[in-house]
Each structure stands twice: as structure tokens, then as C-alpha cells.
């Protein structure tokens, strides 16, 4: 799971999903496009591992 920050709302629909369409007619679809990309990157630098390994003495 990842952690949302302050500021974070503005790529993100109600249920958690990232927003892929600019927040305005006038934005730029690819300036949107590379910011999307990189708050997904913050999420990623973000996470904890998914997978715990457990050894067995």
C-alpha cells in the first residue's frame, strides 16, 4: 500500500485509482502524462516490500 502525501489528491480519483486525464481542457496531455508518472514513481520509492520472507529455524 502506498502513502499518500499532501498534494497527492490532484492524481488520484475517490477510490485510489491515478487520474490519466489532465485537469483541464487547456492542460497539456503529455506535461500530465510525465507528472502522473512521476508521482507513481513516488509511490514506488514509497512501498514497502510485498513479499516477507519467512525462515523456518
Known amino acids: 500500500m502506498s502513502i499518500l502525501r499532501p ?3 490532484k ?3 475517490s477510490d485510489g ?3 490519466w486525464i489532465p485537469p483541464g ?3 497539456d496531455q503529455e506535461v500530465w502524462d510525465e507528472q502522473v ?5 513516488g509511490h514506488l520509492r514509497n512501498e514497502p516490500p ?3 520472507i519467512q525462515r523456518l529455524a
Not at 508518472?37 to 514513481?41: A, D, G, N, P, S
Open 25 to 27: 481542457p487547456d492542460y
Open 17 to 19: 485509482s491515478h487520474k
Open 7 to 9: 498534494g497527492d489528491e
Open 37 to 41: 508518472r512521476q508521482h507513481k514513481l
Open 50 to 52: 510485498k513479499v516477507r
Open 11 to 13: 492524481f488520484h480519483y
